[in-house]
């Protein structure tokens, strides 16, 4: 592992912020009343690896881009999933916005707003052969994966009882 600056982690972080930072002013409706039954060991996993993902992807050259060898594939994959990332957002931001959009699938990946990142900065981890990125980049997957997994559940199971309280009306 070597210490220094990483563009290439900062060029990461600006693409997982920035739609972040917009999503504040744009959550799902009701979002609020998910967020108040969130595991409290699952959210701290993710705050620790939000922290950790964050100071790692940025204190070391080993993300860089290195002369073109079979560890390019690595890099050059994570960035692909970051574009999807990207895609994810654009899709949620242009629909209604409710936690149906903010969970629904993309290209068959599960909680994609969540699973994409995860999986990018974990690709990078492999890329720059550090393994304290890859270690909290897994604490970070296992909290936010894990919340919004738990969200999901619970926006599917609300839908359902919408359904039924349509249905029993008619």
């Given at each position: 592992m070597n210490f220094g600056f990483s563009y290439v982690g900062l060029i990461f972080l600006i693409m997982l912020m920035?739609?972040?930072l917009l999503w504040t002013k744009n959550k799902p409706r009701d979002y609020e009343k998910y967020a108040a039954n969130e595991n409290k060991i699952l959210l701290a996993m993710e705050k620790i690896g939000e922290v950790s993902v964050s100071c790692l992807a940025l204190i070391f050259t080993?993300?860089?881009i290195k002369p073109w060898s079979n560890r390019s594939w690595w890099l050059i994959t994570a960035f692909l999933l970051m574009l999807l990332y990207e895609v994810f957002?654009?899709?949620y931001f242009k629909s209604e916005k409710t936690m149906k959009d903010f969970y629904i699938s993309l290209l068959g990946v599960p909680v994609a707003g969540a699973t994409l990142p995860v999986c990018a900065f974990l690709l990078l981890a492999v890329y720059g052969e550090n393994i304290a990125l890859a270690f909290a980049t897994l604490i970070l997957g296992v909290g936010h994966?894990?919340?919004h997994l738990m969200h999901k559940k619970e926006a599917d199971a609300?839908?359902?009882?919408?359904?039924d309280e349509n249905d029993s009306r008619k």
């Open positions: 920035l739609p972040n080993d993300f860089n957002w654009v899709r994966i894990g919340i609300q839908i359902i009882r919408e359904g």
